[in-house]
């Protein structure tokens, strides 16, 4: 239960990280516990590459730190040099928080959002399906705008109640990809709490452990495919390793988040 109403706050900084309306001079913690102003941070045209960077302590260039709770602990990511390449590393300790980006709004019609990742430790007790053990090693959340005015009056207090919270609205809708320990591959998971929070799963299980896993993911497809109308414009990229539910411990790598448009055919 408490999971999941953090949850629902996380989504709001994330929404406040990614530049849409409302913001309202709000500020949230950077790692080292001081404060930034959300309104100050600059819309980026591309996603920064953790390739293109030295192995090092301390926050990516362009990626912001963002805390769920002031009370949870955070999980440490660092830049590692990692078989040749720099890599993100994410280390949750019973831990919860994440790293975001805030983006030039744009269409999503064609736009394929493409990674690899790598899990190296089990959360054999994790169960996305379960908001009370809902964890997991790797995790990337794609934020969209939308009109809210449409929505049920459910959601709406929904949103009303983030902003309390946070002072921060949530994003129209997120989609949100994940390793899953129990979830089949593609399954479509709705948050317990609001409907604007769909996960799908794009890997499952802990029997590939300790390998790369790239994947390709048409946005507006998956966005058609797990709330049933044409996305709105993408607003920024998050991504989350947490291990807060089930009070356990994981390593995971991050390699280069990239936006990429194709041609239609």
């Not at 394929?112 to 994790?126: F, G, I, R, S, T």
């Not at 890997?203 to 590939?208: A, I, V």
């Amino acid at each position: 239960m408490l999971k999941s109403v953090f949850f629902s706050l996380f989504i709001s900084i994330v929404f406040a990280l990614t530049g849409c309306a409302g913001l309202g001079g709000g500020s949230v913690q950077n790692e080292s516990g001081q404060t930034f102003n959300v309104d100050q941070m600059p819309a980026q045209e591309e996603l920064p590459k953790f390739s293109a960077e030295t192995a090092r302590d301390g926050m990516p260039n362009g990626w912001n730190f963002y805390r769920i709770a002031p009370y949870k602990k955070n999980t440490v990511y660092r830049l590692e040099n990692y078989q040749g390449k720099t890599v993100l590393s994410a280390n949750s300790k019973t831990s919860a928080s994440g790293l975001a980006v805030k983006l030039r709004p744009r269409q999503v019609s064609n736009l394929w959002l493409q990674w690899e990742w790598k899990a190296l430790d089990a959360l054999p007790e994790a169960d996305n399906a379960e908001g009370v053990r809902d964890d997991a090693p790797l995790r990337i959340l794609v934020a969209f705008d939308g009109n809210k005015s449409k929505l049920p009056l459910k959601e709406k207090m929904t949103f009303e109640m983030a902003n309390l919270i946070s002072g921060q609205e949530m994003p129209y809708a997120t989609l949100m990809y994940i390793w899953s320990g129990k979830s089949p591959v593609d399954t479509i998971i709705t948050n317990a709490h609001t409907s604007r929070i769909k996960m799908i799963v794009v890997d499952s299980g802990w029997d590939n452990l300790g390998q790369w896993h790239k994947h390709q993911r048409d946005l507006a497809a998956d966005y058609k495919r797990a709330y049933g109308e044409a996305p709105g414009e993408l607003i920024g990229i998050a991504l989350l390793t947490d291990t807060d539910n089930t009070k356990s411990e994981t390593r995971a790598l991050y390699g280069d988040i990239e936006l990429v448009r194709k041609n239609s055919k």
